[in-house]
């Protein structure tokens, strides 16, 4: 089955820097999407991605289909402490398919 | 307008016994799903409900998981008997149609000792 590539595995952030995530895809999908989840919480869908090439934005976040379709990236601009959390990306291969989902990256705050 | 619920937030058996967990979807979403999300990883799609018919159930364990949307809307997600791989949080979701955005419950993180 399809395999996404999550990374980095974690990062600490410090109140205004941007930070980046990117996913990768042994598989073409023609849907990209972006959750993030709190502790106790389900993940709650940031950004949704239909078109290759597409860069969309949500407030600070800004996320990028890539032109391989095999990618996608997700950056955080003057981050804030709640940005803290896990942030997944998802992908579908084609319309009414399940979502295959990357295995996260874990924001933390630094020290 | 009302999210997903779900219940219980927690439980805690032992392993061979049986456990039950509760899903409602947001009123009017004909497409249910029941994730399992092991912890440190992404959430795995268990099965998918159109109405009340099954329309993915490939990664569900049917040996020991069952599932069913009897009258289209709630949904219950068994588990008979539970080993101790079964501990993890499990998700239900729910969209419109199938492919819509999914919106997801809180979960019942479940631990099997």
């Known amino acids: 089955g399809q395999q996404l590539n999550q990374s980095p595995q974690s990062m600490f952030i410090q109140e205004g820097e941007d930070v980046s995530m990117n996913c990768t895809s042994s598989?073409?999908?023609?849907?990209w999407l972006w959750y993030k989840q709190d502790p106790g919480e389900g993940p709650v869908l940031l950004i949704a991605l239909y078109k290759a090439g597409e860069l969309t934005s949500n407030g600070r976040l800004t996320a990028q289909f890539g032109i391989t379709r095999k990618d996608s990236f997700l950056n955080i601009s003057a981050s804030i402490p709640s940005d803290v959390g896990i942030y997944f990306c998802?992908?579908?291969?084609?319309?009414?398919?399940?979502?295959?989902f990357g295995g996260g990256t874990r924001v933390l705050v630094k020290p | 307008e009302a999210g997903v619920a779900q219940s219980p937030r927690y439980k805690i058996i032992e392993k061979r016994q049986s456990v039950a967990f509760w899903c409602n979807p947001i009123?009017?979403?004909?497409?249910l799903y029941w994730y399992q999300q092991i912890l440190g990883q992404g959430p795995k799609l268990l099965i998918q409900?159109?109405?009340?018919?099954?329309?993915?159930d490939s990664q569900l364990p049917k040996d020991r998981f069952s599932a069913e949307r009897l009258k289209g809307v709630d949904s219950t997600l068994k588990i008979q008997p539970a080993k101790l791989e079964d501990s993890a949080v499990y998700l239900c979701?729910?969209?419109?149609?199938?492919?819509?955005?999914?919106?997801f419950g809180p979960g019942t993180r479940l631990t099997v000792l």
């Open positions: 979701a729910s969209s419109q149609t199938p492919g819509a955005v999914e919106y």
């Open positions: 009123s009017g979403h004909a497409t």
């Open positions: 598989s073409i999908f023609n849907t």
């Open positions: 998802a992908g579908q291969e084609a319309a009414g398919n399940k979502l295959t």
């Open positions: 409900f159109q109405n009340n018919g099954v329309v993915d």
